[in-house]
């Protein structure tokens, strides 16, 4: 028998509405209840599971899907809650849960003011309670909607005041200018009437260091519900800024049930139809006046947009800026779309996160490519025991030093993980013990959890490289048999290239002599990069193309 077979799971929950009823519903009277009752029933050891805040028209709680993989892993053998509506009020999947996965798993389960006890066989009352208990969700649903709608439709605010506003103190129910978000709000609008497009503006708000909306709020002390930040961000977006040109509010106007949700049930909110909108003119403060608002609105109606382009990515996801990392994105030039490229997105100077331009035309790419591939496939041909040789001599380079590092930096990534989950246990604990505050469990929680997935993508990152390494140096021969397959390439398709390429890294391109030239590094399946061997040195003639009237630009591979 597992020693935990005889542990009583003392589970907790209370919503917003349930504190309506009175302070017996609170956690700590539950916490005194179920551990006199557990007590009662012999049962010396208890783990205690809470979900404090949380609806019971949800099943997707923290503390009782915890519960739930417990009792999966047999740790489990009974269920002690204070009353039937603390499991539930959703009358079906309480239903199977007592019913089908509590019997399943042989958990006793007690319901205690209920009076339910399984191991005293059925109670024929259990289902009439469920069904009242969701019948009392419903209701108090069909309460806070109808308050809602009254609400909205007097003019009362029924959200958060925008970026740029904030609630009166002297008046909750009515918005107030922040001046210090407005001007940044003015300066958007002032931007775009002058011209400038969307992501020039994010740009410069970046080079500026202006706080991104919900980072103002947090340096601010105002959170948002499910909106992580990060201290000190400031990496404006695109669609930052345009959200901020399409808020009516900034022209004095209250907008109302901008979302809702399909039901109680569900509580994903939903953007409503335009016909569905509620507004009320003139009721704040203005920070736009509305004939510039209305100036905008038309501006970015009528902005041109793009026109489709004939040509497709066949280098999708696999191009690599050399500096700075980023994936370079495909576009095609405004005034000819069949005049394609791929730019590094960083490569805004004032964003600071890129030295500077690396961007480089498909169609040049795509012959240094094809190049590149027939030359590996020809030196195969001639000689392909001593290709092979030559690839593996190229994969063992990557030294058992640079993989005894990547080992270390790996295992310490792993303790940090490990660190992590044990300081998530024990502020989680210390909340539910009363000694650490919610607003203080909330911001460690947050960092904890950003750290976390920062270190995991780290970790997944470097087990990749060390899993490549491993790969590499067993796949040479997959590679030839890969050469074999194509010996004579006419043209570059998107099937050759997934076969033949892991990724490209781009340089920036430079002019020497009145030249441009422009180092790009393929990355090849299995092997990495294939260096010119000394038969193709004299053999292989450099990439050129006019770019331009005046205007060539070359490329040579890399000798050995």
């Not at 430079?510 to 260096?531: A, E, F, H, L, S």
């Amino acid at each position: 028998m597992s020693k935990n077979q005889n542990t009583a799971a003392l589970y907790m929950r209370l919503s917003h509405d349930d504190e309506l009823q009175g302070e017996s519903n609170s956690i700590t009277n539950q916490r005194k209840l179920l551990r006199k009752v557990a007590t009662d029933l012999g049962f010396s050891r208890t783990a205690e599971y809470i979900d404090d805040g949380i609806s019971g028209t949800t099943f997707n709680r923290p503390g009782f899907l915890r519960m739930e993989q417990d009792i999966v892993e047999r740790k489990l053998s009974t269920v002690i809650v204070k009353d039937m509506s603390r499991l539930g009020r959703d009358y079906l999947k309480v239903g199977y849960y007592t019913d089908s996965f509590f019997p399943e798993y042989d958990v006793r389960f007690v319901a205690v003011n209920d009076n339910v006890d399984s191991d005293n066989g059925d109670n024929d009352f259990v289902p009439f309670r469920n069904l009242l208990n969701e019948w009392y969700a419903k209701d108090s649903s069909l309460k806070i909607r109808a308050s809602f709608k009254v609400r909205g439709m007097s003019g009362e605010p029924l959200g958060f005041p925008p970026y740029g506003y904030m609630v009166d103190p002297d008046n909750k129910k009515h918005w107030i200018i922040d001046y210090e978000a407005a001007s940044v709000v003015r300066r958007i609008f002032d931007m775009t009437l002058a011209g400038v497009g969307t992501n020039q503006i994010a740009d410069a708000l970046c080079f500026d260091g202006v706080l991104t909306p919900l980072n103002y709020w947090a340096s601010k002390g105002i959170r948002r519900p499910n909106r992580p930040t990060k201290d000190g961000d400031c990496n404006w977006i695109h669609s930052t800024v345009v959200k901020i040109l399409s808020t009516r509010e900034y022209c004095g106007d209250l907008v109302n049930f901008k979302t809702y949700s399909k039901s109680y049930k569900h509580k994903a909110r939903r953007k409503s139809d335009p016909k569905d909108l509620v507004i009320f003119e003139d009721v704040h403060e203005p920070i736009i006046s509305r004939e510039d608002w209305e100036r905008v609105q038309k501006m970015r109606a009528n902005r041109r947009q793009r026109k489709p382009t004939n040509k497709r990515n066949i280098f999708s996801g696999m191009l690599r800026c050399a500096d700075c990392g980023a994936t370079l994105r495909f576009q095609a030039k405004q005034e000819n779309p069949d005049n394609t490229y791929y730019l590094c997105p960083n490569n805004n100077n004032t964003r600071r996160t890129c030295s500077s331009t690396h961007s480089v035309r498909a169609d040049f790419l795509e012959k240094v490519v094809l190049q590149d591939i027939r030359r590996i496939t020809r030196d195969a041909m001639i000689d392909e025991r001593d290709f092979a040789q030559r690839l593996h001599d190229l994969v063992v380079q990557d030294s058992e030093q640079t993989q005894t590092v990547r080992k270390q930096r790996s295992g310490a990534l792993r303790r940090r993980v490990t660190e992590l989950d044990a300081l998530f246990k024990r502020i989680y604990e210390d909340r539910a013990l009363g000694a650490l505050g919610d607003e203080r469990y909330a911001k460690l929680a947050s960092d904890y959890e950003a750290e976390q997935v920062e270190v995991e993508a780290k970790l997944d990152e470097i087990n990749r490289e060390i899993e490549s390494h491993q790969t590499k140096t067993a796949s040479v021969d997959e590679f030839v048999k890969i050469i074999r397959k194509h010996s004579q390439i006419r043209k570059l398709t998107l099937a050759l290239v997934r076969e033949f390429i892991d990724e490209i890294h781009i340089h920036q391109a430079t002019r020497k002599d009145g030249r441009i030239t422009q180092q790009i590094d393929i990355y090849y399946n299995c092997v990495g990069m294939i260096p010119l061997s000394q038969r193709s040195e004299n053999n292989v003639k450099p990439v050129e193309q006019t770019i331009r009237k005046g205007v060539a630009i070359s490329y040579t591979p890399l000798a050995a």
